[in-house]
């Protein structure tokens, strides 16, 4: 079996889909609560207007996990210079396979062209898989954010990690 990461394409949209929509309807490791269709995939991820990457894995053909570097968007969420926020997606069968350490490869080798010098993940506190990940990637916790409510109102604290990006 062979894995193969590159960067994501708007032709990868529906299979980034079928990683994602499947992770938001178990609930409770995202803070996306709406289901994605293609358009809002290369909206969010794949083609944001402050991309630096977005990141595929195929296990032989088969979608396996995206990640996502973006600077900052979002008016009253200000970063310092250099940072930039990460997202991570893999197939929920395919956990443990070390495709989300192949991705975090590929997404450092980008973040130090660009010029990154903090990554931010932020991830619900509720998220024991993905706080234990980004653990092993690095990253350290910086910030809690108490009981942030999600779009149905349930309110869950965030945990801000962070990895300081050393240049090659």
């Not at 250099?82 to 450092?108: C, H, N, P, Y």
């Not at 108490?146 to 965030?158: E, K, M, N, Q």
Request: aromatic share 8%.
């Amino acid at each position: 079996m062979t894995l193969n990461i590159r960067q994501a394409t708007p032709e990868d949209a529906q299979d980034m889909v079928g990683i994602i929509n499947p992770i938001i309807m178990t609930g409770g490791t995202t803070a996306h609560m709406t289901p994605f269709d293609d358009a809002r995939m290369t909206r969010h991820y794949i083609s944001p207007k402050r991309k630096v990457s977005c990141v595929l894995a195929k296990w032989d053909d088969a979608p396996a996990g995206f990640q996502s570097l973006a600077w900052p968007d979002e008016e009253g969420d200000a970063f310092p210079d250099g940072w930039a926020i990460i997202a991570s997606f893999v197939d929920q069968s395919m956990a443990g396979k070390g495709i989300g350490r192949a991705l975090f490869e590929q997404t450092l080798i980008m973040a130090r062209q660009a010029g990154v010098t903090t990554i931010d993940a932020t991830i619900r506190a509720d998220n024991s898989s993905g706080l234990g990940y980004y653990e092993k990637m690095g990253f350290r916790t910086y910030e809690v954010l108490p009981a942030v409510a999600l779009r149905d109102g349930t309110r869950v604290d965030r945990i801000r990690k962070k990895l300081e990006v050393i240049p090659a």
